[in-house]
């Protein structure tokens, strides 16, 4: 289990095209960009704000079994904006959850994954499963390849 707290000041002009870890994202409960024209008032557009993040996540791991998870709350608020919007602060929560199982060892693993949002904006999600098969042969190609590469 590993908990983490953040509060720091967000502008709309974190350059999202390169790759930083100091580059964020946010977006409201219902996935609209935060620092979007329109996203909380029509035509009214924010150019700052304070998110605070608190998380924790943790993990195991047995015999072909691998579970991870996260939970999260945020806190949107100290709002600038080029005009009036009806909320002083924000808050949303959520959790990601994964799961695989080696049903073959070493061959043949399910996996599985999900996520929740929940705010006042609205509630969202994403679910996804993959089966993934690896064969000796491909297994013995990559090892080979492995070994010509030097």
């Not at 499963?129 to 013995?140: E, K, L, N, T, V």
Request: with cysteine.
């Amino acid at each position: 289990m590993a908990p983490r707290l953040r509060d720091p000041r967000e502008d709309r002009f974190s350059n999202l095209d390169q790759s930083s870890p100091e580059n964020t994202a946010l977006y409201n409960s219902d996935g609209v960009l935060t620092f979007s024209t329109g996203a909380f008032a029509p035509g009214v557009t924010v150019d700052k704000a304070t998110y605070k993040m608190w998380a924790i996540d943790g993990g195991l791991k047995y015999n072909g079994l691998a579970i991870n998870g996260q939970y999260f709350m945020r806190w949107l608020s100290d709002f600038v904006a080029d005009g009036p919007i009806p909320v002083t602060s924000t808050f949303d929560h959520g959790y990601e959850l994964s799961a695989s199982y080696f049903v073959i060892p070493k061959s043949c693993s399910l996996y599985a994954r999900g996520s929740q949002v929940f705010g006042q904006f609205g509630n969202s999600y994403e679910y996804a499963r993959r089966r993934q098969m690896a064969f000796p042969s491909d297994r013995a190609s990559v090892a080979q390849r492995r070994a010509d590469a030097g």
